[in-house]
């Protein structure tokens, strides 16, 4: 199960030099359901999410690049690359900002996932959140590479 709350970022939080970084990609092979495939630095897998905006249920496969290439010329739409920052915010919680280039910049999106939805519901987000897009499904990722 994954519960998370996301946000549009309008200014960086500052110098991101000291967070982790990790250099993402990921293809849909299908958006309804969601099946996607991703490189996540040197790891690759394969997930299937089901449908839902703020929880969903979420399972993750082990790929290997083989696979993982061989499946990348099979996706629909575009290709997302992006930075995703780790921030570690309010003692347990972990902020994912990405970073998306290419055809997808200069967006900026901030997810924050959670234990459980009353930690979602009463999450009080940092200044330089922008908007709250939890509830619109124009900012998955899926929805994303379609446009």
């Known amino acids: ?71 990348l010329d099979k996706i629909d739409g575009r290709l997302i690359q992006k930075r995703r920052y780790m921030i570690p915010y309010a003692g347990s919680l972990t902020i994912e900002l990405d970073i998306f280039e290419g055809s997808l910049a200069p967006l900026m999106l901030a997810e924050v996932e959670f234990p459980d939805e009353e930690a979602a519901a009463s999450f009080a987000p940092p200044e330089w959140f922008g908007d709250d897009v939890t509830f619109s499904g124009r900012y998955h990722n899926s929805t994303l590479s379609r446009l």
Do not use: W
């Open 1 to 71: 199960m994954e519960i998370e709350r996301k946000f549009l970022v309008d200014e960086l939080p500052g110098d991101l030099t000291g967070y982790p970084c990790r250099i993402i990609e990921q293809g849909y092979l299908n958006t309804d359901p969601v099946v996607r495939i991703r490189r996540d630095n040197d790891k690759f897998e394969l997930t299937y999410k089901s449908k839902g905006l703020m929880v969903r249920e979420e399972y993750n496969l082990p790929l290997t690049k083989d696979a993982y290439e061989h499946l």
